[in-house]
């Protein structure tokens, strides 16, 4: 009956979606590769709903035309923009409002990717535009060798959402220069030079930071960040060890699983790796421990529940300080917890921020305990635009819009209900090989088969991605591979959102399994 290439007459017979497929799969269990592969191509997805509705009108676009704006990004741009131009027919984007930005040519697109995780609150989110044109029109700039109220009320607004004694307030002007600070701060501190990492990781792309950083698209053929080591990333689906068990999500990995309960094979191998590392690769003292509570560039990779928290003994044990990236997972990103950090039972010496902090507007912070900021004062750290009155005043009206609007809650249901959806497509289809994350911190990582876990390749993960923004949604991708679809949506999107997505997203693989 319903064979590839059928969807057409399965539909004329009143069997779309979900309905035509559901006898077959049936039959069928993960790793059962080939058979599995055939049943998932008799299933048929229903056509793709229409888009939520959305009341906004964009402005009519009258500026530079696509050619000309392709010419000047060839002519006058950083060439590596060339490159990461996202998609083969690229996106021109004209105007947002909340979860939905448009293009050039009038055509909406629903925003889950947020500028990387960035516009949290929502494009042009009403009260943080009010907030910025109401501080546009009193005071830009000055800088912090003068006292203005918007500096002050944000930094005593934001340490009063840190646990003690994280009280101490450094704000920067982007993630990079808040890891930069937060480096040359845990040296300063410890009077240890030595910094580790996950492999994998994205902690920034200034010299510095490059170090921190361990993925090979983004590193320079020169010495840079000398110090950092690089710890096996514990990635409890693509690693070696890993179960069903381990993390944090309310979806597990695929893999099979033994441990009793609270007892965690994968946590105590990965935990191994790490003292190996230290008794291999770093002198007995250290300065501190990067991570983040949800590796983002790496596609949302969780680790075992109890890492963190022994990973962070262990560090402390060697005179280091623990340092938690919260540029992706801050602002209730996570769903459950206003810091990522707090979902892993551990408190960071150091907590670093940027991307949600400002919804788009340039910013970062660091913030510590006044131990370590007393260290930090053998020379004057001084930069202009840190703490911009513009800088501040929207920060802190992010702050109120995550509470009045109730962000984090929103998070957290829609976030789940979309990762739990996600889930189903990942039972259903061979080369999805595992949904993860909390909240709207969202990874699916694609494979060729459940069996091997070997990364889809690149042409294929193109391939939908282009064909996911055709039919009207924009979503990241991640992973040393690229083998990771990220979905990292403004906070405000709808469970409506979710079922458009997902019924694109069912599309976009099902047309792909076809073609291949
Ligand atoms: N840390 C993390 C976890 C990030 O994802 C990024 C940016 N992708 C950075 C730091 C660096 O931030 P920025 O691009 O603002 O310098």
Redesign the pocket.
């Known amino acids: 009956m319903y064979k590839v290439g059928s969807c057409l007459s399965a539909r004329s017979a009143g069997l779309t979606g979900q309905a035509c497929c559901l006898p077959f799969l049936a039959k069928f269990h993960v790793g059962n590769g080939a058979a599995w592969q055939k049943s998932a191509l008799k299933y048929c997805p229903a056509d793709v709903p229409e888009m939520p509705l959305c009341n906004f009108k964009p402005e009519e676009y009258k500026g530079l035309s696509k050619e000309q704006m392709l010419e000047i990004r060839r002519q006058n741009c950083n060439p590596m923009t060339m490159k990461i131009t996202y998609y083969k027919k690229p996106v021109f984007i004209h105007q947002g409002h909340m979860q939905w930005v448009w293009d050039v040519d009038g055509k909406r697109y629903l925003d889950l990717f947020a500028g990387?995780?960035t516009v949290s609150m929502g494009h042009c989110h009403p009260k943080v535009t009010a907030a910025a044109e109401k501080q546009l029109k009193k005071l830009w700039h000055t800088t912090n060798i003068y006292v203005y109220p918007s500096i002050h009320e944000y930094c005593e607004k934001l340490a009063s959402r840190l646990p003690d004694p994280l009280k101490v307030v450094y704000l920067t002007n982007?993630?990079?220069?808040?890891?930069d600070l937060a480096m040359l701060m845990a040296r300063l501190h410890t009077g240890n030079f030595d910094i580790i990492t996950f492999s994998g990781?994205?902690?920034?792309?200034?010299s510095q930071?490059m170090g921190l950083t361990s993925n090979s698209p983004y590193k320079y053929p020169i010495p840079t960040g000398s110090g950092c080591t690089n710890v096996m990333c514990p990635d409890v689906f693509r690693g070696p060890w890993g179960g069903s068990k381990c993390r944090d999500s309310p979806v597990q990995t695929i893999r099979e699983c033994s441990c009793a309960h609270g007892h965690c094979m994968a946590n105590e191998q990965y935990i191994k790796q790490l003292k190996e590392t230290f008794a291999t690769s770093l002198p007995s003292q250290i300065a501190a421990f990067f991570a983040?509570p949800i590796q983002?560039?790496g596609g949302a990779v969780q680790y075992p529940k109890n890492y963190l928290k022994e990973a962070y003994k262990l560090v402390r044990e060697r005179g280091g300080v623990c340092i938690a990236?919260e540029?992706?997972t801050g602002f209730g990103r996570t769903g459950a917890h206003f810091w990522g950090f707090q979902g892993h039972g551990v408190l960071p010496d150091i907590v670093?921020m940027?991307?949600g902090i400002g919804n788009g507007f340039p910013m970062?912070a660091v913030v510590t305990t006044a131990e370590i900021a007393a260290s930090f004062v053998k020379a004057l750290h001084f930069n202009t635009f840190g703490g911009n009155a513009m800088a501040c005043a929207v920060a802190s009206s992010v702050l109120d819009t995550i509470k009045e609007d109730g962000m984090q809650q929103n998070t957290l249901e829609v976030g789940t209900y979309l990762i739990g959806e996600l889930a189903k497509l990942r039972d259903k289809y061979e080369i999805i090989g595992d949904v993860r994350g909390k909240g709207l911190q969202i990874g699916v990582e694609m494979v060729k088969d459940k069996a091997s876990r070997d990364p889809l390749p690149p042409q294929a993960m193109n391939e939908m991605f282009e064909d996911i923004k055709d039919m009207g949604v924009l979503i990241g991708k991640g992973g040393v591979y690229g083998q990771t679809f990220r979905i990292q949506p403004p906070m405000c999107i709808t469970k409506k959102d979710v079922d458009f997505f997902v019924a694109v997203f069912d599309k976009a693989v099902h047309s792909y399994m076809e073609r291949n």
């Open positions: 990387v995780a982007s993630g990079s220069e808040a890891n990781s994205y902690h920034g792309g200034s930071t983040e983002g560039m990236d540029v992706q670093t940027a991307k970062g």
